[in-house]
């Protein structure tokens, strides 16, 4: 009885280390961009995350989704913003100008404005003719 709880106990543990090396790593890891305050307190400082290499791949020969796909994204707009507070907070709009606001209906009821576009209306075609001279054919 002891042997047949013995090799019950064997083949359970060995299906659950089967199982454990077949456990995909973390395939979305965290790409966000991170806001700290700078040394003086003064500003906020956009913080890029580390992208990991192309090398360091779990299986290059598949074509599934790479797990640093939107870290670059991530990287980009962190270099790239002007102020990063305004990820979190945006800047409040300003007072509406009337005048502006109200010159559209104004072209609108004066029949200034251009039609919309026609749904169902073809695309240009963007053929050249075969002679290679750069002229449209007719």
């Known amino acids: ?21 077949c456990a995909e790593p973390a395939l979305h890891p965290d790409y966000s961009v991170k806001l700290v305050p700078s040394a003086n307190g003064k500003a906020t400082l956009a913080v890029p995350p580390e992208c990991v290499s192309q090398d360091t791949l779990l299986d290059p020969w598949n074509n599934g989704t790479s797990p640093q796909l939107g870290c670059a994204m991530a990287r980009n707009l962190a270099m790239q913003v002007e102020n ?12 509406p ?34 002679t290679g001279s750069g002229e449209t054919p007719k």
Do not use: C, Q
């Open 1 to 21: 009885m002891k042997s047949f709880a013995l090799s019950k106990t064997l083949a359970i543990f060995s299906v659950a280390i089967t199982l454990a090396a």
């Open 84 to 95: 990063p507070a305004d990820l979190t907070t945006p800047k409040e709009l300003g007072h």
């Open 97 to 130: 100008d009337p005048v502006v606001s109200s010159a559209s209906i104004v072209d609108y009821r004066a029949g200034k404005t251009k039609e919309l576009m026609d749904a169902k209306a073809e695309a240009p075609s963007s053929t050249s003719n075969s």
